[in-house]
């Protein structure tokens, strides 16, 4: 028996190990990651990292321990170079060619590069691994005026922590509004005065047209002439997925590599998930949909551990997300983007609001700001397919909670 070995030793690639285990999967499982060490969570990087609420240890999905007892091959700084569908072989860089029964894919995402003059001059910074925010951190100790480029989650959660700890920050956005392609324009308003009101400075409409310095970057200059004088700056204008290795070896690629809705791909043998990955959603019409986030990872990935060990069903699971922005809990459940309507349930003056978002007369996902409750039951709502008219929805005194319990 060959196995099954997975590329990509992220938090789908984890994911997908783990729960062959508790499967009852007995056969080999390899993770295969370029990145050295331990498989380990992202989300902290942007937020508890940088302020030294946790460290590399505490980011860790597992204790080593735990890889040895579960019979988990972690083959750490390794890169994959091609697959040989036929053979069923995976091609490392190294030379060695690991045979699988299966193989999965869980790639994940790249950094979108800034494609402008400076963009490699030291002290600018991108964020999505371990090193990236190691150097970042260093650098932001030593900072005295930081720029943001992208007004995205890593833009937002980069910015407070700069706020939180007194430096002067410009988000730069080309966009007129942040998360304009995540958050209704309700939503974006309320962060957005959260963020000013902590001192963050904003940009919106403004196009970058080059990073300037000499041995190191001082300032972002703006397509109208202007100058935002900057010692570090952090890029975070969206991710590419790493669908080459797919694409070299002839697999269909569509926003990401092309699964079907059990995370199948047009080979028997290789499914994928993660990032990387695009599938027919049901939370979108059924329309192909590639979700960056920690749930989708997980939960896809536990899809294709269930096929592969006998219990194979579609992924119908509610995705969710979140974002911690100094004082703001951002959560959503379900697919918002795009709505018709939109109605807010509770009071920003009061501690936290929700924006029910509608397409047509269906619940299509509720953004909740500090009302984790809400977001609780919108997950229970929108699994369910059970939706509250956007009245019910504004109704302080409608009881969401019994609806969602049926």
């Not at 783990?18 to 060490?37: D, F, N, Q």
């Not at 299966?102 to 691994?129: E, K, Y």
């Not at 509608?358 to 997950?379: F, K």
Request: one cysteine or more; charged letters at 20%.
């Amino acid at each position: 028996m060959n196995g099954i070995v997975v590329v990509g030793a992220g938090q789908a690639g984890f994911q997908l190990g783990a729960s062959l285990r508790e499967g009852v999967y007995g056969g080999p499982v390899t993770l295969v990651g370029e990145e050295p060490g331990l498989p380990y969570g992202r989300p902290p990087l942007s937020k508890a990292y940088m302020l030294g609420k946790t460290d590399a240890a505490g980011l860790a999905l597992r204790p080593e321990a735990y890889f040895a007892e579960h019979r988990l091959t972690v083959r750490a700084t390794e890169r994959a170079v091609a697959i040989d569908r036929a053979a069923r072989r995976l091609h490392l860089a190294s030379g060695e060619a690991l045979p699988y029964d299966h193989l999965v894919l869980a790639t994940g995402a790249r950094n979108r590069p800034l494609p402008v003059p400076g963009a490699d001059l030291p002290g600018v910074h991108q964020l999505r691994t371990l090193a990236e925010a190691e150097a970042l951190k260093a650098a932001l100790a030593e900072a005295r005026s930081v720029a943001v480029v992208g007004a995205g989650f890593i833009g937002l959660e980069f910015a407070a922590v700069c706020a939180q700890t007194g430096l002067p920050v410009t988000v730069i956005e080309g966009l007129e509004r942040p998360l304009a392609r995540s958050v209704s324009p309700g939503m974006a308003g309320l962060i957005e005065a959260s963020h000013r009101r902590a001192g963050t400075r904003f940009l919106f409409g403004s196009a970058v047209s080059a990073l300037v310095g000499d041995d190191r970057v001082r300032a972002v200059a703006l397509s109208d002439g202007r100058e935002v004088e900057a010692d570090l700056v952090l890029v975070g204008i969206g991710v590419l997925p790493n669908h080459d290795l797919a694409a070299s070896a002839g697999l269909r690629i569509e926003n990401g590599i092309a699964a079907d809705a059990m995370l199948a791909t047009e080979d028997p043998a290789i499914s994928a998930v993660g990032d990387c990955a695009s599938f027919p959603s049901p939370h979108a019409e059924g329309a192909r949909v590639r979700i960056e986030s920690v749930q989708n990872a997980v939960d896809g990935a536990r899809c294709v551990a269930a096929r592969l060990t006998g219990r194979p069903a579609a992924f119908t699971a509610v995705p969710w997300f979140w974002s911690d922005q100094g004082p703001l809990k951002l959560q959503i459940a379900g697919l918002c983007q795009p709505h018709d309507r939109a109605v807010r349930r509770g009071d920003p003056a009061a501690g936290g609001v929700s924006v029910f978002c509608y397409r047509g007369e269906r619940l299509a996902g509720v953004e909740s700001l500090n009302r984790p409750a809400d977001h609780m039951i919108a997950r229970r709502l929108i699994q369910a397919g059970r939706s509250p008219t956007p009245d019910e929805a504004a109704d302080p005194g409608f009881d969401l909670k019994a609806l969602a319990l049926g």
